[in-house]
């Protein structure tokens, strides 16, 4: 056992780390009691079942998912933020000229 070859992979840990914390961050925004009403369960079920929220969320991260998208929330592509980026930057480049 000390010599075997672990399956683990540091890539989908640190995503499995932040679907976790946006998981928790997701379920502290809203009150435990109004979690346990729409699900109409007892309010110490939520806390309960949240425990197992890991071990799921080490599924989700490898079989792809890098993100969980909330209400408000939009995820932009990568090359869409950077041209949002450059754009900010040379918006703020000519308001530094011109001042």
Known sequence: MVNAKTRKNSAIE?????LVAAA????IR?????IAKILGVADSTVLRR???????????AASGVQDFVFEGEKK???????YLLRSAMKLARIHLVGT
């Not at 640190?14 to 932040?18: A, E, G, T, V």
């Not at 928790?24 to 379920?27: C, L, M, P, S």
């Open 50 to 60: 949240s425990e197992k929220l890991t071990e799921t969320i080490d599924i989700l």
């Open 76 to 82: 932009l592509p990568l090359d869409e933020y950077r």
């Open 14 to 18: 640190f995503i499995s780390r932040h």
């Open 30 to 34: 809203v009150k435990q009691t109004n």
């Open 24 to 27: 928790y961050q997701a379920i």
